[in-house]
């Protein structure tokens, strides 16, 4: 009985919030809030409880307004641009499609300041995780592409400036071979003559 109370937050992809509930859920599900026991509803505020794991600041911060046309605006710079949405457009109930580092606590502001809290928790998060961005020794695959791809463009611009360049200067005329000094032939002197002529004489 045990075990299967501690998997029922994991087989809910959705789970129905209330005034002071906790939520659990897995990256990838979708879980609902519900803003009771506040009669006109105003606003929606998120405060991370590990704001280390998505690069903030702690406090609370506006994810949701009601709008008089009837459409809710959503903070399009809040981390759960493109995964949050109003069930209704009186914002009473949110649905949201977890991801790593929401945990939090989520407040459902009143027209006459009541308020409504939900706290969530998302599997997995914790206050030891690294804020976003590349870690020491790795690069960002989106900046190593194009920073390849203008190496290579350079290179072979290099090369073919090189070639043309080959192309275009008159070819260089062949080195002079090297000229080696000859002695001058030998030429006997009147001394080694001379002997040579008195050994003639004598014979």
Sequence with gaps: MALVLQLLPLLLSRAQGDPGASLDGRPGDSVNFSCLGVSHPIRWAWAPSFPACKGLSKGRRPILWASSSGTPTVSPVQPFAGRLRALDPSIRRLELLLSAGDSGTF?????????????????????????????????????????LGAGLVLGLGALGVVWWWHRRSPPHPPRPLPRFALFPPYRPTRESQAPEASKGGGA
């Design 107 to 147: 407040f459902c502001r009143g027209r006459h300041e009541e308020e409504s809290r939900t706290v969530l928790h998302v599997l997995g998060d914790g206050a030891d995780c690294r804020a976003p961005g590349p870690t020491h020794g790795s690069v960002n695959p989106q900046l190593l592409i194009p920073l």
